[in-house]
């Protein structure tokens, strides 16, 4: 997870909040809140100092490698040029 992606699938992104809202029995939301809570909670939750704070990048990514979709939705490349499509990425 060395890059931050510049296309997320919607497909993945709605999953990932259907997930979110189920582990939270609740608005997505409400599943973030309470890991922050929780990171506080243990000492843990220090943002300016590196902590394990998650980004929506970090969670989709996440989300997709678990689900065993990374290579489903996303390809990788090295260059701005896809080959599996023959698009140039912008």
Known sequence: MG???????????????RHL????????YRRLVEF???QRARGLYAPMHGS???TEYTLYY????????????HTKSESLWCAQTGFPAR
């Open 3 to 17: 890059v931050t992606p510049a296309i997320l699938s919607t497909r993945v992104a709605r999953a990932l909040l």
């Open 21 to 28: 809202e189920a582990k939270s029995a609740g608005p997505w």
């Open 36 to 38: 922050i809570d929780d």
């Open 52 to 54: 394990p704070t998650p």
């Open 62 to 73: 996440l989300f997709t490698e678990q689900c065993g979709w990374a290579s489903q939705y």
